[in-house]
């Protein structure tokens, strides 16, 4: 499974930003999602959906973060509004493995930056 991520990038804070990430490849399993990690931090998970359209989010981003997929075109969006510099990271799509909740697949990361 291959995944492609896009839409990072600089804006000032309280501005928006829309990630998108496709997945090409073999089948996956049901849940795709969004981590980050901020420089010098560890991988933190962001928002998740199941197949069925079901979201999880971290409790930092509940109110400002969308999660959203498209089963027919394989894609997940992460729609961020109100951005804070506490959300610049690099953020990193991912999807499950078939059968089972792991998060086999990654995607290359794009980053988002966002100033004071």
């Known amino acids: 499974v291959q995944l492609q991520a896009s839409g990072g990038g600089l804006v000032q804070a309280g501005a928006s930003l829309r990630l998108s990430c496709a997945a090409s490849?073999?089948?996956?399993?049901?849940?795709m999602g969004w981590f980050r990690q901020a420089p010098g931090k560890e991988r933190k998970f962001v928002a998740a959906?199941?197949?069925?359209?079901?979201?999880t989010y971290t409790d930092s981003v509940k109110g400002r973060f969308t999660i959203s997929r498209d089963n027919a075109k394989n894609t997940v969006v992460l729609q961020m509004n109100n951005l804070k510099p506490d959300d610049t990271a690099v953020y990193y799509c991912?999807?499950?493995?078939?059968?089972?909740?792991?998060?086999?697949?990654w995607g290359q990361g794009t980053l988002v930056t966002v100033s004071s």
């Open positions: 959906t199941t197949y069925n359209g079901s979201p």
């Open positions: 991912a999807a499950s493995e078939e059968g089972s909740a792991s998060w086999g697949y």
């Open positions: 490849g073999r089948t996956f399993g049901s849940f």
